[in-house]
């Protein structure tokens, strides 16, 4: 398969409402394969580039879940299963004691799949990406605002998608080259 | 104008960062001093004595392999002297970067965000410091991967019954969490860091760390989630950390130790003495590094406030241990309290009243709250209150017990100074790195609060 030489098409902005607005017009006039970057978090700009289902939190509940689970039955198989001790006269299975390494383990899964999944879902760590090769892409981390059409969205067009996102009155237009 | 910018003007307080900043300008600043600032001689100097505190400990810890705890001020029946004196008083001043990052992002107090980054390098570094103790103080340290439970060829496990156990899943699930935490926080502001670096090598290494890091709005979203999540995540824990540390105490029948008060006043002071640690950093570091439009007299005050609320709970709690000690008719309890106040360590019991409850409370009066030199001070006074706090509680309580023929004394020897110094100096000494290597502000948060993130419709 021959790749498209554009990766995409990279607008800039000013300013956090100049590219939520702009977000909101590509999105609107068809293109679905968008992105927006951003120096930091804009509420309610992945909804204008159409990202409406994160998975973050389910993640987060099954490591949570699997981590309580994984520390009550470790203990319990350990303690009344394996290796059963009297320690003062107390059962084997003294399910109260258990309960601080339960909620320990909780949150030790819950919070490691917090992070990994996060990047999992993210596809990090990738240290090189298209968008990098545009040099006025160093300021997306700083005070700068971009709005990316991929080429392989359906409605891309060299020409006609250069031609609506210069009508955002962006501050620069640069072809990203794949 | 900015919603927030009217509140602060409203209620005539100082804002969270001076007026006239912008993206640029925040960002530059704050990754100037990681980036182009050289280092000065002071910081040698600085970092110089603590790396050398530093080298003291490992001496003093690689003579305690050689010759076995021995050499400490420990025996019978004193056997939990400064290891676990400095491992609780360590412990507890990380509570304060957790309290910071996760439960004031949670109840959205945007102050937290100039404070939130070296408050939790803050608590990274005290919980190694902390978690050095119990290591070296199991006896044959070389052994210490017991405390885990893995299949042994002897076929036992840990005995999961024991708080001691509990504080051992405790403390390395705070550990990780509070890496974590930290680790995610920095991620977009390596990015920052990586794209301004001038030197190839600087950028790949900012680079790397950054995971590649490119703002995308998809990211960001999963990322806040991500992060908010984890901060619901690290708020029971903390507050779980040192409830489980009091449990090493209040579980046992020692009169002194067993007691119910003790795991909400270990939490208060926890973040008490956390605070003035917090203060004692923030203040030399503003100045420092001209960094007082970031870190303003607003969070002195309120940094000042937490110490005044949880200093009165602290206080209580002692209030309440004195209380119980005539009501519950136990004459061992009374006793406790009787030698708190007029036995061989009425000395320290006395300053650390002084420390704790006495002292703090100047910080009723407006003008020193805002002023950065007494702040510094109280916050002195009180770290050493709360570390005469936990002396009282593990020494004074074995020293002298129900019997009279098991009494005794505790005497720290050189070699038990050595290691708790010298873990101030590498706390010191990772401080002094960090403020050098990585940005001690959250850069983006304080994008954030600029007037002109706001999305205007």
Not at chain 1, 93 to 108: D, G, K, R
Not at chain 1, 123 to 130: N, T
Not at chain 2, 321 to 330: I, L, N, T, V
Not at chain 2, 442 to 447: A, D, L, P, T
Request: aromatic share 16%; charged share 15%.
């Amino acid at each position: 398969m021959k790749r498209d030489p554009i990766y995409g098409i990279l607008a800039e902005f000013d300013s956090p409402t100049a590219l939520v607005e702009a977000a909101r017009k590509t999105h609107q006039a068809g293109y679905k394969r968008i992105d927006a970057y951003s120096p930091f978090p804009i509420e309610g700009l992945a909804e204008e580039i159409g990202f409406h289902r994160d998975e973050v939190p389910l993640v987060v509940l099954i490591g949570g879940i699997v981590g309580g689970l994984t520390g009550y039955l470790m203990q319990y198989w350990m303690s009344a299963v394996d290796y059963p001790l009297n320690i003062g006269g107390k059962p084997p299975h003294s399910w109260p004691a258990f309960i601080v390494i339960t909620f320990e383990m909780t949150i030790l899964f819950a919070g490691i799949s917090a992070v990994f999944g996060m990047l999992a879902l993210n596809g990090l760590p990738m240290p090189y990406h298209p968008v990098f090769n545009v040099p006025r892409f160093a300021l997306a981390s700083k005070d700068r605002f971009f709005l990316m059409v991929f080429s392989n969205d359906k409605k891309y067009h060299p020409a006609e998608t250069r031609e609506f996102l210069e009508s955002l009155a962006p501050r620069s237009i640069s072809e990203v080259p794949s | 104008m900015d919603e927030q910018y009217k509140i602060t003007v409203n209620a005539q307080e100082t804002p969270v960062i001076e007026p006239g900043y912008t993206f640029g300008t925040v960002t530059e600043k704050i990754s100037a001093i990681v980036l182009t600032r050289p280092a000065s001689n002071g910081w040698f100097v600085g970092f110089g004595l603590a790396f050398m505190l530093t080298m003291m400990m490992l001496y003093a810890i690689g003579y305690l392999f050689v010759k076995g705890i021995g050499i400490w001020g420990v025996t019978i029946p004193i056997g939990w002297g400064f290891a676990i004196v400095n491992f609780v008083w360590w412990i507890g001043i990380g509570h304060a970067g957790t309290l910071i990052s996760a439960i004031l992002l949670l109840l959205r107090q945007s102050w937290r965000n100039s404070i939130n980054r070296f408050a939790e390098a803050m608590t990274l570094f005290a919980v190694a410091c902390a978690g050095i103790f119990p290591a070296i103080h199991v006896g044959r340290p070389w052994l210490a991967y017991w405390l885990f439970p893995y299949p042994s060829t002897m076929g036992v496990w840990p005995q999961f019954r024991s708080p001691l156990i509990w504080d051992v899943f405790a403390v390395s699930t705070y550990a990780t969490i509070s890496a974590l935490f930290w680790f995610i926080g920095l991620i977009p502001d390596l990015a920052t860091l990586r794209d301004r670096a001038a030197h190839p090598a600087t950028r790949m290494i900012y680079g790397m760390l950054s995971m590649g890091w490119r703002g995308s709005a998809r990211h960001w979203h999963r990322y806040e989630t991500a992060y908010l999540l984890l901060a619901g995540l690290a708020t029971p824990l903390v507050l779980s950390v040192h409830t489980v540390v009091s449990f090493d105490f209040a579980v046992g029948i020692v009169p002194g130790w067993h007691t119910t008060i003790f795991p909400p006043y270990f939490v208060a002071g926890a973040i008490y003495s956390g605070f003035a640690m917090v203060l004692m950093l923030a203040i030399p570091i503003r100045k420092i590094y001209g960094l007082e439009d970031f870190i303003t007299e607003r969070h002195l005050q309120n940094s000042a406030k937490v110490m005044l609320a949880t200093g009165l709970i602290v206080a209580y709690g002692y209030g309440i241990e004195a209380f119980m000690g005539w009501y519950s008719g136990d004459r061992y309890d009374a006793f406790t309290l009787w030698n708190r106040l007029h036995g061989p360590y009425a000395v320290p019991y006395w300053s650390l009243l002084a420390c704790n409850i006495f002292i703090p409370q100047v910080l009723w009066i407006r003008k020193l709250r805002t002023s950065p030199v007494a702040l510094f001070f109280i916050s002195g006074v009180i770290l050493v209150g709360m570390w005469l706090e936990r002396f009282i509680i593990v020494v004074v309580s074995l020293s002298r017990d129900f019997l009279t023929s098991s009494w005794g004394m505790y005497y720290p020897t050189r070699w038990d100074w050595m290691t708790y110094i010298g873990t101030i100096g590498m706390f010191l000494a990772a401080m002094f790195l960090f403020v050098r290597l990585l940005p001690m502000i959250s850069i983006f948060e304080m994008r954030t609060l600029l007037p002109e993130a706001e999305v205007k419709e």
